[in-house]
């Protein structure tokens, strides 16, 4: 088998064996089916309303998206403030930390009633989890700009945004796609949690929670692959991006 | 004629340890000056100083007669880094144009060379929209100096360009560089520990010598210009660079 035939027929063997094996258990142990759900009974829920489902899934990635868009953004501000100051670097990173290792489903509730539940809320989920490591990530990449072409820009004495805009954030782009992908598992995981305790009636996460609320397996077992799909979505799209902004990277070449 | 770079009594301190004692030291108009020493000699201080990338501790500098940092806000001198400092993400000719891209208002506004012009000086011609990562040590260092040409400035200070080169590359490069200075009337101060570099491309040599960081002996070199690379084979070259190495010894030996 050539590699090129090989990367996409082992993929495609790995899911459906697991698939199989999935189905085989469920049918021999005849495992209730809010354990775990055979995943012939998936395809026939998901084929059975896809519009529904697509369009729950749409809302759900645009949670993900807007709110991590949001959380880059900020970690752009911030992160180039701590790459720039020791001492602003060593005040925010116990924060950060603090943030991304208190389990956020504990204070989801003060959330809701904080922002009184809706979009807000859940773009504030998605955004506030995901920050900590957005942020790591750009301040890493920023302090990795090469010192010698630090020193070359000083020698025409380049203006700060200068030196920002022309050489830290371009050497932050490596590790900010590689964070990009840990911080949309995390963003995801926010935005379907959320939406099933925000108030909202629209997205996966709004689904699932009333499926699993009225007993609804199959329901429940469809958003639950429909989000696994949209994560598989996303990072696609991360792939694409990083492939075409770092072309020069030598993660980039083959 | 008034001296170009002029140092009165300039010595540099970091924290408890003299980097730099008292150096005075006057450079002409298109003058080219190396100074030469062993590693800890203060050579790389003395050129930063000049560069206006370290304030003196004491002393007093005039750079094409202002201040250091004056002339470095002007952009009257073209650095070259040790290591090419080449931005992996901009094209040969992309990095190439990087100091006429910062700190824009203070570009020449007619250079006497384009930057197209320079490549192909140096055989780049072809290598434009080539990235950094596909050319080998020696063309990227030619980037490096076609970008500190391109800025046209009246002073260029080199900080052991071509230390990381092999002995070939590394020979043809001082043939280069002294192929792009003689018509120009810079004035040059170059660092380097290669005896044939500072003989080639020397009209004097500062002989530096360790702890603190001094001027142990200036010495004249008197070959005659322009000079064409077989003049290493002559005589009168083996001399100069007899006399170098005594006069690097007797430094190392104080």
């Known amino acids: 088998m050539s590699p090129s035939t090989r990367r996409i027929v082992a993929p495609i063997v790995g899911i459906v064996s697991f698939g199989l094996l999935w189905e085989a258990l469920v049918r021999v142990f005849d495992i209730r089916r809010f354990v775990l759900l055979a995943p012939s009974k998936i395809i026939a829920e998901l084929a059975d309303a896809p519009d529904y489902y697509w369009s729950n899934a749409l809302v759900t990635g645009r949670h993900m998206v807007t709110g991590l868009a949001i959380s880059l953004l900020l970690a752009v501000v911030v992160g180039s403030l701590m790459a720039s100051s020791r001492f602003v670097e060593e005040a925010t990173q116990p924060v950060l930390v603090l943030i991304l290792v208190t389990p956020w489903v504990a204070y989801i509730t003060s959330v809701v009633l904080w922002l009184d539940g809706g979009e807000p809320t859940i773009l504030f989920m998605v955004a506030f989890t995901s920050f900590p490591v957005f942020t790591f990530g750009v301040v890493g990449g920023m302090k990795s700009a090469d010192p010698a072409a630090r020193e070359l820009l000083a020698s025409v004495d380049a203006r700060r945004w200068e030196v920002f805009w022309r050489l830290r954030l371009p050497s932050a782009g490596p590790s900010i796609f590689t964070t990009a992908r840990f911080a949309m598992g995390l963003g995801l995981a926010a935005a379907y949690f959320s939406e099933g305790s925000a108030f909202v009636t629209e997205g996966l996460g709004y689904i699932g929670q009333r499926a699993a609320a009225f007993n609804n397996a199959e329901a429940l077992w469809a958003t639950i692959v429909s989000s696994a799909l949209l994560g598989i979505v996303g990072l696609f799209v991360i792939s694409a991006l990083e492939r075409l902004v770092l072309r020069w990277h030598a993660s980039q070449r083959t | ?254």
Request: some cysteine; hydrophobic content about 40%; glycine content about 8%.
């Open chain 2, 1 to 254: 004629m008034s001296p170009r770079i002029e140092l009165r009594g300039v010595s540099k301190s970091f924290g408890s340890l003299d980097a730099l004692a008292p150096v005075s030291l006057e450079v002409g108009e298109g003058e080219t000056i190396t100074l030469l020493g062993p590693s800890g000699c203060g050579k790389t201080t003395l050129l930063r100083l000049i560069a206006g990338l370290e304030s003196p501790s004491s002393g007093e500098i005039v750079v094409n007669g202002t201040s250091a940092q004056e002339a470095r806000r002007h952009k009257q001198i073209g650095f070259i880094p040790q290591s090419p400092a080449l931005l992996p993400w901009r094209s040969v000719e992309a990095n190439a144009r990087l100091l006429l891209d910062i700190n824009r208002k203070n570009s020449p506004t007619t250079p006497s060379a384009a930057v197209g012009e320079l490549l192909d000086e140096v055989g780049l011609g072809e290598f434009r929209d080539a990235y950094p990562h596909e050319l080998s040590g020696g063309m990227q260092q030619r980037v490096g100096l076609v970008r500190a040409f391109a800025l046209d400035a009246p002073i260029l200070l080199m900080d052991e360009p071509f230390a990381a080169l092999d002995e070939m590359t590394r020979t043809d490069m001082r043939h280069l560089l002294g192929r792009l200075c003689e018509p120009l009337g810079t004035t040059v101060v170059f660092v380097t520990h290669s005896i044939p570099e500072a003989t080639f491309l020397s009209d004097r040599v500062a002989v530096m010598s360790p702890r603190p960081g001094a001027v142990s002996a200036m010495i004249t070199i008197d070959l005659a210009h322009p000079r064409l690379p077989d003049i290493e084979d002559t005589e009168d070259f083996f001399h100069v660079t007899t006399t170098l190495r005594a006069a690097l010894s007797a430094g190392m030996n104080r």
